[in-house]
């Protein structure tokens, strides 16, 4: 027997876990919209080169790479082909990769069609990613990003705009979040005070840890790589800093006075702070000074978003990258977007029973096929319920009423319509109500439909 198993870190989706997707897609997609985004979509995967040095070395070993097509050992030297020599094998025999998020794609995107783009350039793009990563509750090695992202402006109005998207969304899935935000700048000003600041991304690589590890192991973590006790001494009081945002901000003044880039963060972030006032967004809005998103790209203000009530990682990130599309030729270009975790967004609805009944929505009625002339009969008016709006299935043998009637049961139909002779004669339709099993007569008139057509879309 041959093995029907799948990869770890990926799934198969039934028709309902499909249509809860979908929902979750067709929820953002909408907001999107809403706000001037336009869609893109780019391959599955890209070169090599494009990818690696892009996401830290972290994110480089968690590279999906492609082996090339042919005899792809044919011109390798034979000392590569042991296990010290890994790294350098893997360069000589893949020159392409899966694409381990979207943004960077999307960089890319943007340097090559350059001349076709109007900046700013807002697009939005749903499409799955691939990361080597080791499976774990809400951690897939395949899932689906749902990314916006502004390019070609600096204005931290389009911060303020993605922090409304983020808002609206939720709260059109009813889901209650918390939205952290940090600046990176803030990050570098403190590396700075520590004397570290060629270790920025091993400092924030770190403390990024700091939700799930804790403060004594993001200590250990640093000691192992290089830190000193004077300089966790410095780190540690400004992990831990209480109050508001605002008083947070105020506090860091006096700790980063003399860092200018950390001057330029804490301005950005209370700029950021003020439009979120004047724009009427309600939604918990705090500064983390733990959140680093250890990403290497980001340059600016880093947002993260936690679902309250459950324990998973962020549903919901990103941030102000203004140095990315340069290193694909294109300077000084400023960006700043934000990616949906579709995968993790189902895994609360689920947990905290957030799915609406629309989202389970399939078949609305189904007609029973009680011979030929009745099925005949029965397409016509399938055809004209379809034309209304309506998901209609007309079964496709004349089986026994007790086995169709089963089949509309296990899928969840909830009314099936019986049409025999008489009812042919008569112009009307028995219709049974699965949920109650009881069955009500109506005429076929045009008013009747109406009524039918209600009563349908209620369930």
Not at 81 to 92: G, I, T
Not at 109 to 134: C, G, L, M, S
Not at 232 to 243: A, C, K, T, V
Request: aromatic content about 8%; overall charge neutral; proline content about 3%.
């Amino acid at each position: 027997m041959s093995n029907t198993s799948i990869p770890k870190g990926t799934r198969d989706f039934s028709p309902l876990e499909t249509a809860r997707r979908n929902y979750i897609f067709d929820s953002i997609r909408e907001v999107y919209k809403l706000f001037g985004f336009v869609q893109i979509e780019t391959p599955a995967m890209e070169q090599l080169d494009t990818l690696t040095g892009k996401y830290g070395d972290e994110g480089d070993k968690l590279l999906f790479r492609i082996l090339n097509s042919g005899n792809f050992l044919r011109d390798v030297p034979k000392d590569l082909l042991n296990d010290d020599a890994a790294a350098a094998l893997s360069s000589r025999i893949c020159e392409k990769g899966l694409r381990y998020d979207l943004t960077v794609p999307f960089a890319r995107y943007v340097v090559q069609h350059r001349n076709e783009i109007t900046f700013p350039f807002k697009r939005f793009q749903i499409q799955p990613v691939w990361r080597a990563d080791r499976p774990q509750k809400g951690r897939y090695r395949e899932f689906y990003q749902c990314d916006a992202d502004v390019i070609g402006s600096s204005s931290l109005l389009n911060e303020t705009e993605l922090l409304q998207i983020i808002e609206k969304v939720f709260s059109k899935l009813n889901i209650d979040v918390t939205v952290k935000i940090n600046n990176r700048k803030i990050l570098a000003g403190i590396a700075e005070i520590m004397n570290m600041s060629e270790h920025l991304t091993e400092l924030t690589v770190a403390i990024d840890k700091t939700e799930k590890i804790g403060l004594n192991s993001v200590k250990d973590e640093l000691k192992s790589r290089g830190f000193t006790e004077n300089q966790w001494q410095i780190l540690e009081p400004i992990l831990i800093l209480n109050g508001s945002s605002n008083e947070k901000l105020t506090k860091l003044d006096l700790i980063l006075h003399n860092s200018k880039i950390a001057a330029e963060g804490l301005n950005e972030t209370r700029k950021l702070f003020s439009y979120v006032a004047s724009a009427g967004i309600k939604v918990k809005i705090e500064l983390d000074l733990a959140l680093a998103r250890g990403l290497n790209y980001y340059t600016g203000a880093i947002i993260e978003v936690k679902a309250n009530g459950v324990e998973i990682g962020s549903i919901c990130g990103g941030g102000r990258y203004d140095n990315l599309t340069g290193i694909f030729g294109l300077k000084n270009i400023s960006g700043v977007g934000i990616s949906f975790g579709a995968d993790r967004i189902y895994d609360v609805l689920t947990a905290l029973e957030l799915f609406p009944k629309s989202a389970d929505a399939g078949t609305q009625i189904m007609f029973a096929n009680m011979g030929e002339e009745e099925e005949i009969h029965c397409l016509n008016i399938a055809n004209a319920l379809r034309m209304d709006g309506v998901a209609v299935e007309l079964y496709p043998e004349n089986a026994k009423l007790k086995k169709q009637l089963e089949y509309a049961d296990k899928k969840g139909i909830p009314f099936v319509a019986i049409i025999g002779g008489d009812e042919i004669k008569s112009r009307s339709a028995m219709i049974r109500n699965m949920r109650n099993r009881e069955q009500t007569p109506i005429e076929l008139t045009a008013e009747a439909r109406n009524q039918l057509i209600s009563i349908i879309s209620t369930v």
